[in-house]
């Protein structure tokens, strides 16, 4: 089983439309979440953390479910602007309870938004 | 406000040729990591930084090495460039380790035919 598993898409959909794309992680023991956002040919940029109590920001809704090891990205009201590669970004620890931050990256969903 | 600079940006080498790929950040961070990212695929970890003269072996180490003589400076060398290096590089820093936010560099794209 992979560490961060996603839907590869790609996903399809037309302005102004809701899409949910889901993550699952396979250690228990991670400790943090994000989702990264990848534009065509360009580095990952951070889009947002991803807390147990769920957040928002703005159009987009991001949620953990720590039971069942399990992430979402919700975006509202789709634009042609949130085209992209969404890639879900899990962070691990090491022996002794330290971390250097290693981030285990999905492999990404791909998202076009048409009008 | 530069952030991570990496260069070169594409770069074309021979198989065996080497290569140094130079990453800078001017954040002060102590953190700083290498990945590759093949087509299709997530990032994976290739070496990584907690601070000036500490590095280690990410996931995919083997063909690499590193170097950090100062915060700044993050070089990653090819010795002897083999077709599975085809691939981009990323550069990345961040202020903390488990709970920092990570920032990337533009990448270097490598081909080695």
């Known amino acids: 089983r992979k560490e961060v598993e996603q839907d590869p898409g790609p996903f399809n959909v037309p302005e102004g439309a809701t899409v949910a794309f889901n993550c699952t992680y396979s250690?228990?023991?991670?400790?943090?979440f994000f989702w990264y956002r990848q534009d065509c040919r360009k580095e990952p940029k951070l889009l947002m953390s991803?807390?147990?109590s769920g957040n928002e920001d703005g159009r987009f809704t991001a949620q953990l479910n720590r039971a069942s090891q399990y992430i979402s990205l919700l975006i509202r009201d789709s634009k042609l602007s949130d085209s992209a590669t969404y890639l879900c970004?899990?962070?691990?620890?090491?022996?002794?309870?330290?971390?250097?931050?290693?981030?285990?990256f999905g492999q990404g969903t791909i998202l076009t938004v048409h009008p | 406000n530069a952030g991570v600079t990496q260069t070169p940006k594409f770069r074309i080498l021979k198989i065996g040729q080497s290569m140094t790929l130079q990453c800078a950040q001017d954040?002060?961070?102590?953190?700083m990591y290498w990945y590759r990212q093949d087509p299709g695929m997530g990032l994976k970890l290739i070496y990584y930084?907690?601070?000036?003269?500490?590095?280690d072996k990410g996931e995919v180490p083997n063909g690499y090495n590193v170097s950090r003589s100062t915060t700044e400076d993050f070089p990653l060398r090819l010795e002897l460039a083999a077709p599975s290096q085809t691939s981009v590089y990323f550069c990345?820093?961040?202020?903390?380790?488990?709970?920092?936010?990570?920032?990337f560099g533009a990448g270097t794209r490598l081909s080695v035919l």
């Open positions: 250690n228990s023991a991670s400790q943090s």
């Open positions: 990345a820093s961040s202020l903390a380790g488990g709970e920092g936010i990570q920032y």
């Open positions: 991803v807390y147990s």
């Open positions: 970004v899990v962070v691990g620890i090491i022996a002794g309870g330290t971390s250097y931050g290693k981030l285990t």
């Open positions: 930084s907690v601070g000036a003269g500490i590095t």
């Open positions: 954040m002060n961070h102590n953190y």
